[in-house]
């Protein structure tokens, strides 16, 4: 008798496990869509309310459907919508950016830059042309940076994290923005990989070349730049170290080839670019640590701190 | 030396089990003929195999053998005796379809939280981590602007989502709790200008002619 009972209590407390462990996991999947939903709700309501055509708010609505079926997220698509049609832009531009995206996803790639740079373009005021070149050219620059970080990765370059492989394909996708060649890119990987550095490392190598790139040094230059750097055994920290080396030596007046000369000589030296920072910042500081900001007059004043 | 009975009880078991050969087989009919009382055994013998063959078979039911053990009187046992059996001793699952069905359920949920997670949009995945958050102060000298906002990454580009505080010396500032990771931001002067951060920790061409200044949190 007693014996049943203590079997009646266990069963109960067995239900009752598998009762909570359903709810716990149904419960952020349902609260995941209801926000989902919310967002795209907004979106549909604005297309609604806009004079815009019927075939035209068809047109959105149904590339809208399409994204959230590729998997796009829903606060995405309700921005790049509202923002479009707040900023007058046509109907067909705006499908054009939904279309763009949903086609990168459904090719495997990641679309948070894509996504970024069409939000970003609509926020600024960017003509509608201009946003959906630069985000159809970005998708093929990601189509093509899918390979090499495979290569890079089965060469054995590890990631830490889950979202690592998708910020190096985004990373080298902006190199290839920059002229950076794919075996330049492909090369950063062989040393990252002699060095027994990670995928973050490699994304950081890559992200610095392409500052460098898009800061007024050539292609070459900063290819070089990197690859040594990385030869001497650079940290994320020294990569991140040596582009505020170069903000603060543009800052003081200092040419490109100062900087360059200067970041060369304490590669040279063997001096850590973190070392050197200490050293040429005003007052020091903590390198980890966020720059304190500074004033100035209207045009180039602010900071952070 | 076997006496005659148990040499009888022989040939009738070896009968039983079909052992014997035509001789034997003659041998043991002439015995059985010639004593009544083997012969009553050998009937009252094939009478109960005849009884077992035509019978109805019944079935086990279920965890019979863990309900006739369950019944034994318990055995007093040591701490130590207790916890190896605890650890150790063979256990019988007993199940239903609805329990069966609850697992299947369970499992099924679970089974697409994992695919989701996995192909789940960056903001899903971001969203899942428990990572802590680091205020940053943003700041802005501009004494002649009406209205500062900043935008970025952080908010999808959202020109009214984060509005700067006018501070009696002129520079606008806000603070904007972030989780660690690397930034692009501009600020919004008046609501039309887009100005580059000049004191930023570095910059990233923008895809469209301009700079962003980048802010990278950490812990």
Known sequence: MKRNVTEGIFN???????????????????????????HLEQARITVERSSLSK??????????????????????????????????????????????????????LPVRLILDRTEQGLAKGVAPEKI?????????????????????????????????????????????EKSIPQDAVLRTGEKVQERKGSLGLFNRAVDTMTTFAGSGMTAGQAVKMVHTAVDKGYSEGDFEAMERYMVNEFRKNRSMNDVISGMNSRMERGEGMRDMQMQDRPGGGTMHEPASGGMGGMSGMGGRK | MKDRKEI?????????????????????????????????????????LHTIETSERMQAPPFFTAEVMRRLPARKATIANRIR???????????????AFAAAVLFALVFTQVVRTRNAPVKTVALSRQEQTVTVTMNLHAPEAHQVAVAGTFNKWKADAHILTKQENGVWTVSIPLKPGEYSYMFIVDGKAWVTDPNAETYRDDGFGNKNAVMRVRT
């Not at chain 1, 109960?12 to 919310?38: F, N, Y």
């Not at chain 1, 959105?60 to 007058?88: C, F, H, M, N, Y």
């Not at chain 1, 890079?152 to 190096?168: L, M, N, Q, R, Y």
């Not at chain 2, 035509?22 to 003929?33: A, C, F, G």
């Open chain 2, 85 to 99: 059996d605890f650890l150790l001793k063979g256990r019988v699952l007993r199940w239903n379809m609805a329990t």
């Open chain 1, 55 to 108: 075939e035209a708010k068809a047109g959105i609505l149904t590339k809208a459907d399409q994204a959230v079926a590729a998997g796009i997220p829903a606060e995405d698509i309700s921005i790049v919508i509202t923002r479009g049609l707040d900023q007058g832009v046509e109907s067909r531009h705006i499908e054009g950016f939904l279309e763009t995206a949903t086609r990168a996803k459904g090719q495997g």
């Open chain 1, 132 to 176: 959906s070149g630069v985000t159809q050219r970005l998708s093929g620059h990601l189509a093509a940076a899918k390979p090499i970080v495979n290569r890079v990765e089965s060469g054995g370059v590890k990631a830490t994290h889950a979202k690592a492989s998708d910020d190096a394909i985004e990373t080298v996708a902006r190199a290839m």
């Open chain 2, 8 to 48: 009888d009880r022989e040939l009738i078991h070896r009968m039983l089990d079909g052992d014997l050969g035509p001789d034997e087989k003659k041998m043991l009919l002439d015995r059985v003929l010639a004593d009544p009382a083997l012969k009553e055994e050998l009937d009252g013998i094939m009478g109960a």
């Open chain 1, 12 to 38: 109960i407390l067995i239900a009752l496990l598998v009762t909570t462990a359903a709810i716990l996991t149904a419960a952020p999947l349902a609260r995941a869509e209801e926000a989902g939903s919310k």
